[in-house]
């Protein structure tokens, strides 16, 4: 039967926590005392990323590697861990692969509902801060070893420029001006993004540097996966500008990394 | 105690069903229309915010005709059910069958309640098939489902009106509609035929971009297919 009750609440997590508990266990869990109990080598999600974020002069390049890493093997090869939102962003998230998802997919389905039901867009600083109320009711399950940290970019409609956000495990919201890393690899790719980055640089450049930031992560770091060419599994880069978010073809991509490779 | 009046249920049914046919008797038409590339559903609405179609979920939009008030918070609660059974299970599991059916149950015991006032609305539930589908899924289909006051639906083919004057409307349509118009054509065909209907009821009645409410959905599109015309999109279109 349908349920008129909830008119004019805009908050699709608020209306599954009340209504739907059964459907948020993962990222509502306060149930801390039963897993606790469980060995802890007993049982290892998928894990292990590198994404990052660059400002460009129209916008915002977002990317990450495909690969999802259990232990000491490969978990999954072309895992996505990007992500657009709405027109004008897209998330990106490291740390256990099942949360993640589930995150961004109930932050996809929470930024569309308001969408529809007010009919106008939640401006993208307010899409940030909810996001920061999403991380934070992780907190139990990131106290027991699952955590899930995303990492937020997106075009300002109002101010016209793209706009990076980082997340702490307790919901700490903090913009990034120019670029951002995050994952087990996100400290070497913010290496390499430091050297090559230069203020209103272009989308071309931006995607160069994006390129080599990953390849320079997944070189260091074990559980970043590289361009892998045989397979062709590339990593996934979007851009979000004024007009869209938008895929950059897997081509470009591979084309990109064979430059990149013939200059080594 | 006092005896209460004792009134027929048939008569119960008509004096309701008399309530409400006088107030869509006043509302203004929707048409929805199946085009080459999905369905163009159009309304009689000058206002810029308030709006008769919108958008459900990704294939799945909602015309009324009728008490706007009643029609959003029935378009409301549909968006909430629909993203609730979509992150439950998988979005293409939302349908339009299932949403006629919602409604249907809701407008119906509404109107049968002896305490509660009918809806005074007509629905209009369409959905919008796939082009990444193979060619005999069913996923490839348009629906689209007619609701009435009282919650009963029919399902129409190529075309469907809801308003006032509905029945005038459907008949031009029937003489006039081909299968796979373009856009362009089909928009024209809408407000060619809300001129010849009203032409016959209101003076120095006119028809302009700035009076219609122009949305599609289009069977191309990925995931969202739901899209509002702008004002300037539709006069290029009516070539004004």
Not at chain 2, 25 to 46: C, F, I, S, T
Not at chain 2, 111 to 137: F, H, R
Request: glycine share 6%; with cysteine; hydrophobic share 40%.
């Amino acid at each position: 039967m349908l349920d008129l009750s909830d008119y004019g609440n805009s908050d699709f997590f608020q209306i599954l926590k009340r209504r739907h508990p059964e459907l948020l266990a993962t990222l509502n869990s306060s149930d801390t005392t039963a897993s606790r109990n469980v060995p802890e080598a007993s049982f290892r999600p998928y894990e292990g990323t590198t994404v990052l974020a660059v400002v460009y002069d129209s916008g915002v390049v977002m990317a990450g590697d495909r690969q999802a890493t259990e232990g000491y093997q490969i978990g999954e090869r072309r895992i996505q861990k990007v992500y657009p939102v709405d027109r004008h962003s897209a998330i990106a998230v490291a740390g256990a692969a099942g949360p993640c998802i589930e995150m961004a997919k109930l932050f996809q389905v929470e930024v569309e509902f308001y969408e529809k039901t007010e009919g106008i867009s939640l401006s993208l600083e307010g899409q940030a801060n909810f996001l920061s109320h999403l991380v934070r009711s992780n907190l139990g399950l990131a106290m027991q070893g699952l955590i899930v940290l995303p990492l937020f970019a997106g075009y300002d409609l109002k101010r016209q420029r793209g706009r990076i956000f980082k997340y702490d495990a307790v919901g700490g919201r903090y913009e990034e001006d120019d670029y951002h890393a995050i994952g087990s690899g996100g400290k070497d790719a913010r290496t390499t993004l430091k050297k090559r980055y230069t203020p209103e640089i272009s989308r071309q450049n931006a995607l160069e540097i994006v390129a080599e930031a990953l390849w320079d992560a997944a070189d260091e770091d074990i559980a970043t996966g590289g361009p892998d060419l045989v397979r062709k599994i590339f990593p996934t880069l979007y851009t979000v500008t004024q007009e869209g978010v938008t895929e950059v073809p897997e081509a470009t991509v591979e084309g990109l990394y064979r430059d990149l490779i013939s200059r080594l | 105690m006092s005896t209460p009046y004792y009134v027929s249920p048939e008569q119960i049914r008509q004096d309701k069903e008399d309530f409400v046919r006088r107030g869509i008797a006043q509302a203004k038409e929707v048409v929805v229309l199946e085009y080459r590339d999905g369905l163009l559903m159009v309304a009689e609405n000058p206002r810029k915010t308030t709006f008769k179609i919108s958008e459900i979920y990704d294939r799945i939009a909602l015309a009324a005709a009728g008490r706007i008030a009643e029609y959003e918070i029935l378009r409301v609660a549909g968006i909430r059910e629909s993203e609730v059974k979509g992150f439950r299970y998988y979005r293409e599991d939302v349908t339009a069958k299932w949403l006629t059916n919602l409604y249907s149950q809701h407008m119906g015991a509404v109107a049968q309640a002896w305490d509660a006032k009918p809806l005074e609305i007509e629905l209009l539930v369409c959905e919008v098939g796939t082009t990444d589908a193979p060619a005999n899924s069913e996923l490839r289909n348009n629906q689209i489902y007619h609701i009435a006051f009282d919650g009963i639906y029919s399902e129409e083919e190529k075309y469907a009106v809801i308003g006032g004057r509905a029945t005038a409307i459907t008949e031009i349509l029937e003489q006039r509609y081909t299968d796979g118009l373009e856009v362009a054509a089909a928009l024209q065909l809408i407000t060619d035929t809300f001129r010849t209907v009203e032409a016959d009821a209101e003076d120095n009645y006119e028809i302009t971009p700035q009076t219609i409410e122009v949305t599609c959905l289009e069977q191309t599109v990925e995931r969202r297919k739901f899209r509002r015309l702008s004002t300037d999109e539709v006069t290029t279109l009516l070539g004004f």
